[in-house]
Nanobody, 121 residues
Framework: QVQLAESGGGLVQTGGSLRLSCAAS????????MGWYRQAPGAQRELVAD???????NYADSVKGRFTISRDNAKNTVSLHMNSLKPEDTAVYYC???????????????WGQGTRVTVSS
């Protein structure tokens, strides 16, 4: 079993910055992809950004150039630096990890509990 613990989030004005962090804990696993999704009120959950174990990154078009995802494989952590925040970035942000058990090689996806980001206009 893997647990994801998120931190960061909060209330910020338009144009401000926030940093989200997520740490994975547990035993007998490795992480393939870690990332962040978000869900705004009345909307579906959507990918914000993710990063593979080799460092390759993927961003939603709406956040490219404003958000930066980073990862520390040794600590099993992922961070999301959010700059130039807009009211449309307001959502609950969820950390995500695709894991593989060791041994066994079984895949499993895990989610954090979510952290709220509110951008005021």
């Amino acid at each position: 079993q893997v647990q994801l613990a998120e931190s960061g989030g909060g209330l910020v004005q338009t144009g401000g910055s926030l940093r989200l962090s997520c740490a994975a804990s547990g035993s007998n696993f490795v992480i393939n992809t870690m990332g962040w999704y978000r869900q705004a009120p009345g909307a579906q959950r959507e990918l914000v950004a993710d990063v593979g174990s080799g460092g390759s990154t993927n961003y939603a078009d709406s956040v490219k150039g404003r958000f930066t995802i980073s990862r520390d494989n040794a600590k099993n952590t992922v961070s999301l630096h959010m700059n130039s925040l807009k009211p449309e970035d307001t959502a609950v942000y969820y950390c995500y990890a695709e894991t593989v058990t060791t041994p066994g090689g079984y895949f499993a996806d895990y989610w954090g509990q979510g952290t709220r980001v509110t951008v005021s206009s």
